[in-house]
């Protein structure tokens, strides 16, 4: 922490403050924090035979992904919005043993696939990774037909996103 210059040390003192010590390093934003521990927020959607899995938006874009979500499953199925939303937070607190690695994590997502149709569509990069793996498009995995996209907000921002969306959406209703 850097030391207190004298228009510093006189601001301090105007205010009543006789004492400054530094304490030391300042906590880690959130974002760095959650870099650090492999921490993520995934959002599972289930319709009735679609899901759909991305990361958790921040609160300002909460409200068009649900609605882009809702739009594609009625667009490609014909249902009406309102599919259930669950949350997985990593690291999650089990058994009131924290768990943290890797296959620990695979796991938990697998639990939540669990739950999801039998056509699923994976926004993002986190979200491909802990369902489809490396592989990218159309993936068949464990009974299920998976469906890799771009991040849901980048599909908002870039329409010729959406037209390659709608293109893998296509071969996932057939």
């Not at 039998?118 to 469906?147: M, N, Q, S």
Request: charged share 30%; proline share 5%; glycine share 10%.
């Amino acid at each position: 922490m850097p030391a207190i210059n004298v228009f510093g040390h006189r601001y301090l003192k105007e205010m009543g403050i006789d004492v400054w010590v530094p304490r030391g390093k300042l906590p880690a934003s959130d974002e760095a924090l959650r870099a650090e521990t492999g921490a993520f927020d995934l959002c599972f959607v289930s319709y009735d035979g679609y899901g759909l899995v991305f990361e958790e938006p921040g609160k300002r874009d909460e409200e068009c992904c649900r609605r882009l979500c809702d739009d594609i499953v009625r667009a490609v199925a014909g249902q009406p919005s309102g599919g259930e939303l669950n949350v997985l937070r990593w690291p999650g607190v089990e058994s009131g043993r924290v768990e943290r690695d890797e296959h620990a994590a695979r796991e938990a997502v697998g639990r939540y696939l669990q739950s999801l149709g039998p056509r699923i569509i994976a926004f993002g990069d986190l979200a491909v990774e802990y369902i489809a793996g490396a592989e990218h498009g159309l993936v068949h995995r464990d009974g299920k037909t998976i469906l890799t996209a771009p991040a849901i907000t980048r599909l908002i921002a870039e329409p010729l996103e959406k037209r390659e969306l709608w293109t893998g959406l296509l071969k996932l209703r057939d």
